[in-house]
């Protein structure tokens, strides 16, 4: 059973200590009895050293390899700050840091849909306990062998990709949501790293909902846009008047299905810079990633100055929010919803058969062509991402080339 955000509070820090102990050593697998008795070893997942500890309103990451850790909640921010004592033994990740005098206290195994524990101490005030799921990238199968049918798939996307990488380098990864395939992941050249293009804007969008989750912003709350604001591209905020306020809800929503590009700068300033939305993919370990510019910045990009992401970063992103990892339920399907509505339907939507449901964000630049987001196939969910470079024009043809693989194997 999978046990999320649950707190535990007291006024005797001594007695939060015993209780974390007890549940954390309940929690973690036991091994099998040395005469034989008790329950057969579990088969071995893959040990990461990255990971992080989805917690209600809040995050706990954990770089084992760097001994480095962050938590990220409503409360407040640490930053990326050094544990030298971390220490990790039988693939958990143990330690103890105290950043303004408060004191956090971790379990966290290195291993997808584990459990890990986190001990909060403020300096004054109760301390709080919080259990929640382990998540890492890629992560783990919930049943192996029913996820071995997806794996033949790979070797398809594979020749796809072999065929465009003369003209189009490209990379995919898809992930099972459904159980169908076990929660099986897949990738071919899933570490590949091009500009992001407007598929940034989807970390924009998570950083919003999970301010709104917090309770420190509201979706009706009004943002004044002026004339220096507006930029060209995607969009149609440019073609309204201004000054106005425009609430956080039509920012977010033109954001996502018209990808309109004043509406992502403005949302960037309100949350207060490229700091912020950084500090979001930092905090889920996604390495590939990074908001350096805004859209349509064009003296930035020449500076060097450049969004970058990964099919795998995205995927990461993509299902930390079907998990409810990242956002609450509702900002979840808010966000799934504005994708499902998305206006810019050249790519994945074109190449599907009509009446399939998807849901996806699609980013594009002089050199760049990318599609992501989630077949809705009843039953058959999966998370998908189809990043390539070169051509745009024959960057569409492989994503869509991409698309219809992935779509006629599930049918298959």
């Not at 990971?51 to 909640?73: C, E, H, I, K, M």
């Not at 309770?215 to 002026?226: A, I, M, P, R």
């Not at 990009?301 to 992103?317: C, H, K, M, Q, Y």
Request: with cysteine; hydrophobic share 40%; aromatic share 6%.
């Amino acid at each position: 059973m999978r046990i999320t955000g649950k707190k535990l509070s007291s006024s005797r820090p001594s007695a939060v200590r015993v209780l974390l102990l007890v549940l954390v050593l309940a929690l973690l697998p036991q091994p099998a009895r040395a005469d034989g008795g008790g329950p057969p070893p579990a088969p071995a997942r893959p040990v990461s050293d990255l990971a992080w500890l989805a917690f209600a309103g809040g995050v706990f990451s954990v770089d084992a390899a760097a001994r480095t850790v962050r938590y990220r909640a409503c409360d407040g921010d640490t930053g990326r700050v050094a544990d030298p004592d971390l220490r990790v033994r039988g693939g958990v990740a143990r330690g103890r840091v105290t950043v303004d005098g408060t004191t956090y206290a971790y379990e966290v195994p290195l291993t997808g849909r584990s459990r890990g524990f986190l001990a909060v101490f403020p300096p004054a005030g109760r301390p709080d306990g919080h259990l929640g799921t382990v998540v890492t990238d890629p992560m783990p199968p919930t049943d192996p062998a029913a996820g071995r049918p997806l794996l033949p798939l790979t070797g398809q996307l594979a020749e796809v990709v072999a065929d465009a990488a003369p003209t189009n380098p490209a990379g995919v990864t898809v992930r099972d949501l459904s159980g169908r395939y076990g929660d099986q992941q897949l990738a071919v050249n899933g570490a590949f790293r091009p500009k992001a293009a407007s598929v940034i804007k989807l970390w924009i969008l998570v950083e919003l909902l999970r301010r709104v989750d917090c309770g420190q912003v509201s979706l009706d709350d009004g943002v004044l846009v002026t004339p220096a604001d507006v930029v060209g591209g995607t969009g149609q905020l440019q073609f309204e008047t201004f000054p106005q306020v425009v609430t956080l809800y039509r920012l977010a929503e033109y954001m996502i299905i018209y990808s309109d590009n004043t509406a992502a700068n403005v949302l960037i300033d309100y949350l207060g810079g490229f700091a912020p939305v950084n500090a979001l993919i930092d905090s889920m370990n996604q390495r590939a990633t990074i908001l350096a510019r805004k859209m349509l910045d064009t003296e930035a990009a020449r500076r060097g100055e450049e969004n970058f992401t990964s099919p795998d970063d995205v995927i990461s992103l993509l299902g930390a929010v079907w998990d409810a990892d990242i956002l609450a339920p509702p900002s979840r399907d808010l966000m799934i919803g504005f994708m499902r509505r998305q206006t810019l339907n050249t790519k994945i939507p074109a190449a599907l058969p009509p009446g399939v449901p998807a849901a996806h964000k699609t980013g594009e630049l002089d050199d760049v062509s990318h599609d992501v987001g989630y077949y809705l196939i009843p039953g058959t969910e999966v998370a998908v991402a189809f990043l390539t470079s070169g051509p745009p024009a024959t960057g569409d043809a492989v994503v869509r080339r991409l698309a219809r693989t992935v779509y006629d194997y599930l049918e298959e």
